[in-house]
């Protein structure tokens, strides 16, 4: 960021904003498109871009990734790394602690609680090693001094609250290592909540655990997260918790009939209730993308070939499948959605709920990504489309990350912890 583009307030602009967005569309030509596209990208520059779910940190321990080193999509199917973050604007966000979903036994609860603690690890491991690009945060107010400093902002969630097992105290060592922002549920319904996903429901809605789970972190001052989440669950999450919700990364089911999608019915509920959606890039979730007939049949044949399940495989037949796959994969690619289609979702979005309540969660690193948004080096483009349709630079500022720090603020501001810990600024 340049020295003119630090002294240039908001109000400066929000003032070229509002002069972009109202260039009447018919006198557009060469010349006023050039100047757009740089008011974009000054505004982008500017702004804090954060997005709420960053999946990078299942590359942290194991394989060939380095964050310093620019990656591609093509390539090696990586979407977030320093130089793409640096070209994108991206200044940072949540950065993910996954856990995919097992059985409901004491020992599969065993290995993934070491596993959300060993991937907790791993992002302040990255934290250290690249201190002079990146900081872990801790409050809400951390974000703007990060940024100031020109470093990417790196505060922590959990997807899918599975690995906690029954032990509901795990969520405040969790916290005072970090973490921020709590989603009960993933793919299927598990101890703390129905998913969206899942074939047919098993509380309609939270389990008494899952109650507990919502009000201890109330008390810690974390974000609960209601993406995969099933609508139910959603629904008793905004009756519960005393400090809004998020949905992470979903998208509306207006646009695009899908379980991981939500309906605008509560869409309207969550942001009545102060609540933020941040919406998804994953193209499965944006419309129904149809295989080819080629690949349909190569599916087939591979499923023929290997049987239904993978977990069912030893690991020598899963590393065959998976090389099967990406052979397959390389030969057939699978169908993508696009850019135009993802900001559909979007300004969908916008207008049924309005700025103060979307944000972006493109579920980067977790199969988020569309032809002409590949990864976050295409950033610029939502702002530059968003201005287009007549959003000023103070939207921007809330849709790009305001809003996410704005529950946290309202976190905090609720949490009765009152916890300390070293490292963590008061
Ligand atoms: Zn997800």
């Given at each position: 960021m340049g020295k003119v583009m630090r002294a240039l307030g908001l109000t400066g602009l929000a003032l070229l904003a509002a002069a972009c967005a109202e260039q009447p569309q018919d006198a557009v030509g060469s010349q006023v498109v050039g100047q757009q596209d740089v008011s974009a990208s000054y505004l982008h520059d500017r702004l804090m871009v954060l997005d709420s779910h960053l999946d990078t940190p299942a590359y942290f321990h194991g394989g060939d990734y380095v964050f310093s080193d620019r990656g591609s999509w093509s390539e090696d199917g990586t979407n977030v790394d320093l130089p793409r973050m640096n070209e994108g604007g991206l200044d940072g966000g949540f950065w993910v602690i996954y856990t995919g979903q097992g059985p409901l036994t004491r020992e599969s609860y065993a290995a993934a609680r070491t596993s959300a603690l060993m991937r907790q690890a791993a992002i302040r491991e990255f934290a250290a090693r690249y201190a002079d690009e990146v900081e872990l945060a801790f409050r809400a107010e951390d974000a703007a001094r990060i940024h100031a400093a020109g470093k990417k902002i790196v505060y922590q969630s959990i997807e899918n609250a599975y690995p906690l097992g029954e032990d509901i105290d795990l969520m405040q060592t969790l916290y005072v290592g970090g973490v921020r922002m709590i989603s009960p549920a993933h793919f299927r319904n598990n101890q703390f909540a129905d998913s969206a996903t899942d074939v047919s429901p098993a509380y309609d809605g939270l389990s008494p655990l899952g109650e507990e789970l919502v009000r201890e972190a109330n008390r810690l001052g974390m974000i609960l997260d209601g993406s995969h989440a099933a609508d139910t669950t959603v629904y008793d999450m905004i009756a519960l918790s005393t400090t809004p919700i998020i949905l992470s990364h979903s998208g509306p089911r207006g646009v695009y009939d899908h379980p991981r999608n939500v309906p605008d019915e509560l869409l309207i509920a969550l942001a009545d209730s102060g609540g933020v959606i941040q919406v998804n890039g994953l193209g499965s979730y944006l419309e129904k993308l149809v295989p080819s007939p080629e690949r349909a049949a190569a599916l087939a044949a591979l499923e023929t070939e290997f049987g239904g399940s993978l977990y069912d495989l030893s690991p020598a037949q899963q590393q065959a499948y998976r090389a099967a796959r990406d052979v397959l994969n390389a030969q057939f690619p699978p169908p993508r959605s696009s850019f135009e289609t993802f900001m559909t979702h979007l300004l969908y979005t916008l207008e049924l709920v309005g700025p103060d309540h979307v944000g972006l969660g493109a579920d980067w690193d977790g199969g988020g990504g569309v032809?002409?948004?590949?990864?976050?080096?295409?950033?610029p483009k939502v702002t530059a489309r968003l201005l287009e349709a007549g959003y000023t630079a103070e939207d921007l500022e809330k849709i790009w990350g305001g809003n996410m720090i704005r529950l946290l603020q309202a976190a905090e501001a609720e949490s009765r912890a009152g916890l300390t810990s070293p490292g963590i600024p008061r």
């Open positions: 032809d002409g948004m590949e990864d976050v080096s295409q950033l």
